[in-house]
């Protein structure tokens, strides 16, 4: 695989009011940190179709409601990681019962105050506040 070339990826920007989700992830990369359910696309899978499995593996959420909302482009944090290009769509309906799955140690909605002070990445509090406003 040549590194310089970015990994497909997506995730679910979940809104719900003034409330956002957020998953903490179990494993690389990012392993620690709050960041949007997503990951990277299978073989021969969109990227809509990648953000709703994500979604639901991690949350058990169904996305109803989404639209594509951004491109992010995310340079390797770690050593040997790949750089990813991420497609991240709004999602403002879902249904189903949240539980943290999958490589998610847990699932939860948070308001932007709330997650300045998780460790989240950059790009999640850019685009929260992009959605939310600078905060309450």
Avoid at 9 to 38: N, Q
Avoid at 46 to 70: C, I, K, N, S, V
Avoid at 90 to 109: K, P, Q, S
Wanted: aromatic share 6%; glycine share 8%.
């Amino acid at each position: 695989m040549n590194k310089n070339v970015p990994l497909n990826a997506a995730s679910a920007a979940c809104l719900d009011g003034k409330h956002m989700l957020l998953v903490l992830r179990g494993r690389p990369p990012a392993k620690g940190s709050y960041a949007f359910p997503g990951g990277r696309l299978e073989p021969g899978e969109t990227p809509e179709d990648a953000m709703r499995r994500e979604l639901r593996e991690e949350t058990g959420l169904e996305a109803l409601t989404w639209r594509p909302f951004r491109e992010v482009q995310l340079p390797a944090t770690e050593p040997g990681a790949a750089d990813f290009a991420l497609t991240v769509f709004l999602v403002t309906e879902v249904a189903g019962t949240l539980a943290a799955g999958d490589d998610a140690a847990e699932a939860r909605w948070v308001t932007l105050d709330q997650a300045e002070v998780l460790p989240v990445t950059t790009s999640v509090i850019t685009v929260m506040r992009e959605l939310l406003g600078s905060g309450d």
